[in-house]
């Protein structure tokens, strides 16, 4: 995903939320060392599977968090489908989300 918007001359850096971490603020620590102007935070919200529990979609809720207001600038519910390989299906989530970005002019 970091790739996807590099090509859009978008500065990123990836974290994800470890929910067995003994320090839940780790995380807050990490972007605060980064310190970027928006938090993009995603989480699984609903998901299609199969009778051998392969997921075959997924949908997402994105949102970008404003760093200095601490609000939210931007919504987006992503659906997309998951039954490649997981670095395609990683690329393909990045692709849909970038669109939407575009779409509502977020970036360029």
Known sequence: MVKNFT???VQTKY???NKLDLNPNSINEQIKNYSP???MLMDRT???VNKNGTILNSTYDVRLLDT????YVWRASVDFNSDRWIDDGSKELATEIIAK???DRIIN
């Open 7 to 9: 090509e859009c001359n």
């Open 15 to 17: 974290y994800t939320v």
């Open 37 to 39: 102007d928006v938090v």
């Open 46 to 48: 609903g998901e299609v």
């Open 68 to 71: 200095n207001t601490n609000k």
């Open 101 to 103: 970005l575009k779409q």
